[in-house]
């Protein structure tokens, strides 16, 4: 997805989130309140102007406390992409959330995680219908050096669960798109039609047999609503 959209002369900007890669954790620590921040305090320091924002899944999640908390972004954005996201509430309808939060508590999760059997059986669900093994490996190890190096998501898991932007969903202005895998367990449907019925003016596309990871099972609709966005309206910054 990265390289179709340099290829299409698009400004691409990633950054690690706190906790993630070589992002320290900061004083704040890890929540939604201080990872939103991050993502203004980013698009300011680069003067970011006419800007489509893509979050998958928690980054979704960040992107939808960010345009709330943050309402100045909306003049630095032409579109959002909310991808295998949600705005809270995060049990609701996900009982493979439900079950998986208390391994993780406990560091069950994690240790199976390690290790490749576990690996696999706990990765595939978040695949469609027909799971790649290379990418199931890929995600292992990812998570496998986030634990390393970034430690324990498990705040961000559970500020997922106990917090909920359902209402205030219409305060976005933002012209959105949200994409959805229709076999994904993390984060069903049912969340991305309770987000695109509640944003103002959202379009909600399915991806069919794609799982939780959209950003493999689901690049060439990303990169598609992308560019979709990108060109709504004239501007200088592409």
Do not use: C
């Not at 906790?19 to 004083?27: D, E, I, M």
């Not at 047999?209 to 060109?231: F, K, P, R, T, Y």
């Amino acid at each position: 997805m990265w390289d179709a959209l340099v290829a299409r002369g698009y400004r691409l900007i990633a950054f690690d989130q706190r906790g993630h890669g070589r992002s320290t954790l900061g004083a704040a620590g890890m929540g939604s309140e201080s990872m939103a921040a991050d993502y203004a305090a980013v698009l300011e320091h680069l003067r970011v102007r006419n800007g489509v924002l893509v979050g998958h899944s928690m980054g979704g999640f960040v992107a939808i406390r960010a345009v709330l908390d943050h309402p100045e972004l909306a003049r630095r954005l032409r579109g959002l992409v909310l991808a295998s996201s949600w705005a809270g509430r995060m049990y609701d309808g996900a009982p493979q959330n439900r079950l998986g939060m208390p391994l993780v508590k406990i560091g069950v999760w994690q240790r199976l995680m390690r290790t490749k059997t576990g690996g696999v059986l706990l990765g595939a669900p978040y695949f469609g219908k027909r799971p790649s093994p290379a990418m199931i490996s890929v995600q292992r190890e990812s998570y496998a050096q986030h634990l390393q190096h970034g430690g324990s998501l498990l705040p961000m898991m559970e500020a997922a669960v106990r917090e909920d932007r359902y209402p205030r969903l219409a305060e976005i202005t933002v012209p959105t798109v949200v994409v959805v895998g229709s076999a994904d367990l993390a984060t069903p449907p049912r969340h991305s039609r309770w987000l695109a019925d509640g944003i103002p003016g959202a379009r909600l596309i399915t991806v069919s047999d794609a799982g939780h990871m959209l950003n493999w099972e689901g690049a060439d609709e990303l990169v598609e609503v992308i560019e979709s966005l990108a060109a709504q309206r004239d501007g200088s910054e592409r």
